[in-house]
């Protein structure tokens, strides 16, 4: 009973990011209709940011890497999503607001382009931002470690927020489950990020326009809906999201590969087919998507054979596009013949 609660506590963690980076590529297709493969990489560029801003903050403020401020995460964080925020505006503005009217192949060989280009710029060599060295900009080849904000030289039981013990059994051992600090940051994080996304959507004027564009651009347009404004804060908000993610996923997992790793590839398929299974272009089906994965992939990996974590992925990709191709939050689209 222990170790099942133990998986489900890990798979709620990671279907919280798998989630937020779904939403970024369910809201980019729900306005525009076409899949944004370049989300991925602003996910990588997130973590690398929150690795900059961490580690500058860490060397010329001093901080106590034991017992470092709670503070720290959230300007690593905010950092973190200005940023991608910033680079998801110009990524549209100049890729593909050209392409707004082009036939749906241009855009998406436009998108693998974008891809590409974030990733062979991630190989270049950091280049130096200050005198003493300790800022670098943006990525490099090598591996770097995330500075752990939650404090790099704590105990094991320092690091535990929540354990509960069971009955020993007929060896004397007592199992136990345990909910890290980290696990609960990620979490908490994850969905209050989620639930002002869904009050964003559904309860703002914002939100109302960015229905209205996912209906149809010329009625919109008609209505008074500044589209272009509504396409970019799409863009902004959904690149936020990634940056939001990636700095979770370096503080679960800190050592933080190369742009262009393969980690970081199969990071954006699952979320992407996480965003496909809950119903692309569906917000809550993107979220409830991600949760489904993660729980496949981490229960699949306890119960039968940890080599085909990806398998059991694609699996259940395969096995909704067969009985539900629309995914299981998604509408069936209706075209007049």
């Not at 809201?27 to 961490?54: E, Q």
């Not at 280009?117 to 130096?128: A, D, R, S």
């Not at 809950?278 to 119960?303: K, P, S």
Request: aromatic content about 12%.
């Amino acid at each position: 009973m222990a170790d099942f609660v133990q998986i489900f506590v890990l798979s709620i963690t990671a279907g919280s990011v798998y989630a937020l980076i779904a939403l970024g590529y369910t809201m980019v297709y729900g306005i525009l209709k076409f899949i944004n493969f370049a989300h991925s990489d602003v996910v990588v560029l997130g973590s690398w940011v929150s690795y900059t801003v961490a580690a500058f903050m860490f060397s010329r403020l001093h901080v106590d890497a034991e017992h470092p401020p709670l503070w720290i995460g959230a300007v690593v964080l905010l950092a973190a999503m200005a940023y991608c925020a910033l680079s998801g505006y110009v990524i549209e503005r100049f890729a593909y607001k050209p392409l707004r009217r082009a036939p749906r192949l241009n855009v998406l060989i436009t998108a693998i382009g974008v891809s590409l280009f974030l990733q062979n710029c991630g190989q270049l060599t950091p280049y130096n931002l200050t005198s003493q060295g300790d800022l670098r900009f943006p990525f490099g080849a090598s591996p770097q470690r995330m500075p752990d904000l939650l404090g790099e030289n704590m105990s094991n039981d320092d690091r535990v927020m929540w354990s509960i013990s069971f009955a020993p059994d007929a060896n004397g051992y007592a199992p136990r489950v345990v909910v890290s600090k980290i696990d609960f940051s990620i979490v908490v994080s994850a969905l209050v990020l989620m639930l002002a996304l869904e009050i964003l959507i559904h309860r703002t004027k914002i939100g109302m326009g960015m229905r209205a564009v996912s209906y149809n651009f010329d009625i919109a347009a008609l209505m008074g809906v500044p589209v272009n404004a509504i396409i970019s804060f799409t863009f902004v908000l959904g690149s936020s999201l990634a940056a939001a993610a990636g700095f979770l996923y370096a503080l679960a997992f800190p050592g933080l590969n190369q742009p262009a790793h393969e980690v970081w590839v199969l990071l954006g398929l699952k979320a992407f087919v996480a965003a496909v299974v809950g119903g692309i272009g569906n917000v809550r089906g993107a979220a409830l998507g991600g949760f489904l994965i993660a729980f496949v992939e981490m229960f699949g990996m306890r119960y039968i054979d940890s080599n085909l974590r990806d398998v059991y992925v694609f699996a259940v990709l395969i096995l909704v596009l067969l009985v539900r191709p629309s995914g299981l939050l998604g509408s069936p689209e209706r075209e007049k013949v």
